[in-house]
């Protein structure tokens, strides 16, 4: 497709009035790279919450804990 080079990026900036406003601005290469940074961030943080999340995993059996003496 031709509309590659005049990708836009949607930001909201707060208005003077106290409301908001939705500017476009271009995407430049450092604005993608930015993106991309944030996006693993994120993905990052989310990864990290589903493990805490999760019930830890049940062993019958936990190495050192049972002594044969």
């Known amino acids: 497709m031709a509309f590659w080079g005049t990708r836009v990026l949607e930001i ?3 208005h003077d ?3 908001l406003l939705w500017k476009r601005i271009k ?4 604005r993608k790279a930015n993106a991309k940074k944030r996006l693993r961030r ?3 943080n989310e ?3 589903r493990a805490c999340a999760e019930p830890p995993p049940s062993k ?10």
Do not use: E, F, I, M
């Open 60 to 69: 019958s059996s936990v190495p050192g804990s049972s002594k044969s003496s």
């Open 47 to 49: 990864a990290v919450l």
């Open 27 to 30: 995407l430049t290469p450092t």
């Open 17 to 19: 009035s106290g409301g």
């Open 12 to 14: 909201v900036k707060k």
């Open 42 to 44: 994120v993905w990052q």
